[in-house]
DNA sequence: TAGACGTGGTC
DNA sequence: TGACCAAGTCT
């Protein structure tokens, strides 16, 4: 497996252990951070971040609610998206599956449809999951034990701390962006955030005010989200300037440091609509794990060096489905960027010569009218070939 | 442990 | 266009 770190072969060895050393002392002072932070300066925190979010807090969907099962879909929509992006979904989440039984109940493709295009297909996989394990390990009741929270599909230290402590209140500590944000600018961390993990959760659970734990984390992710933003962030406004370290030595713009990447490689795949005689057309389910997992597809798959897209379609579709194919005109080419790599899809129609469709490398497939393509689930790549098809069929 | 895992938005 | 970022978890 490649390591995606960017390396320098010739220096690499002296500046790893040089890191190495400026971490191991860093990680040293970090450790004892919450001693060197006075309980006065621990109670201004408290004090002063709830008075500003009685203030200018968010008035989130969510917020209205101390359903433990609507907040925890609120916590695993919130993974890694914005708050913009997810209300219109959590809206419609709640519409079709109101209460932890009717998710329980639903069948996996229904609960990816509702999902579908909000992305981390996993999460929704997990979160139902999660409901079919509740009710019948926990008599359809929410844990309120952290331990047994995180045990649950999906729910991770942050989750089930962002969870216990709104539906409950309990003084769950939580470490999401947000919080890695601006407690690095709060104590100038010297360190990308990935490298103290074990100090700041230390941080977040010495901050956390167990007089108000629901509101405090709440406040934190506010802060976070409207103030301490990841770029340019909003001093002047800030209930904690007068205790931030990054900004009284002016780094706010420097911190939090950023994780070293490589740059992410680009695929080029060849896609078949595959259209029978009966005019419809050949999607296959893909298989429940891994990128994409219980979403359909129109099949193809990656272009070999020197292939052509023609080529590359007929010999995919004979590896992954057994059968022949005559490939036609182009259909679309749809550029798409993933979280780990860029592709572009040269989609053809195509037309079903022999041989009936196997799953091969799939979990199943279907021959389905182009009427009815909208009822299936599919990532936003392929949604642009089901537009391409309409748009052709009415043009 | 760092890479896999989506999508939309910004610069 | 490409890089970076956003309420992380799992392996």
């Given amino acids: 497996m490649k390591s995606r770190l960017r390396s320098h072969p010739m220096r690499q060895q002296s500046n790893q252990a040089s890191l190495r050393q400026t971490v191991d002392r860093e990680l040293i002072r970090m450790d004892s951070v919450s001693d060197r932070l006075p309980s006065s300066v621990i109670f201004a925190l408290r004090s002063t971040l709830l008075n500003w979010y009685s203030q200018q807090g968010r008035d989130l969907p969510w917020r209205r609610s101390r359903d433990p099962y609507a907040i925890w879909v609120s916590e695993i929509m919130l993974q890694q998206t914005q708050v913009k992006t997810v209300i219109p979904y959590y809206d419609r989440w709640l519409t079709q599956f109101p209460t932890l039984q009717t998710l329980a109940s639903a069948d996996q493709q229904q609960v990816l449809k509702v999902w579908q295009g909000l992305g981390y297909y996993a999460r929704a996989r997990n979160l139902h999951r999660a409901a079919q394990e509740i009710v019948s390990q926990h008599n359809g009741i929410f844990p309120t034990d952290l331990q047994m929270a995180m045990s649950l599909p999906g729910i991770g230290r942050t989750t089930a701390g962002g969870i216990l402590s709104a539906a409950f209140d309990q003084p769950t500590p939580i470490l999401d962006g947000n919080v890695k944000r601006v407690l690095a600018r709060l104590v100038a961390l010297p360190v990308p955030t990935s490298k103290a993990i074990a100090p700041l959760w230390q941080l977040s659970e010495a901050l956390l005010d167990p007089a108000h734990p629901r509101d405090f984390n709440q406040a934190w992710m506010d802060l976070g989200a409207t103030i301490c933003l990841p770029r340019n962030p909003l001093c002047d406004r800030c209930p904690w300037q007068p205790h931030c370290s990054a ?60 292939e052509t897209i023609p080529d590359c379609i007929q010999r995919e579709i004979q ?68 537009e391409a098809l309409k748009k052709e069929k009415d043009g």
């Fill in 247 to 306: 900004y009284n030595q002016g780094i706010q713009n420097q911190l939090p440091m950023t994780e070293t990447r490589s740059p992410i490689p680009r695929k080029i795949i060849g896609v078949a609509v595959i259209w029978n005689d009966a005019g419809q057309i050949l999607i296959d389910r893909r298989k429940p794990e891994g990128l994409l997992g219980g979403m359909w597809e129109f099949p193809g798959g990656k272009v070999e060096p020197g």
């Fill in 319 to 386: 590896e992954e489905l057994g059968i022949e194919i005559e490939v036609g005109d182009r259909l679309i080419v749809v550029d798409h960027t993933y979280s780990h790599f860029h592709v572009t899809l040269n989609v053809h129609h195509c037309q079903h010569i022999s041989g009936e469709p196997q799953a091969i490398e799939c979990d199943e497939i279907r021959w389905v009218e182009l009427a009815d393509l909208d009822s299936y689930p599919f990532p936003k790549a392929n949604l642009q070939i089901i």
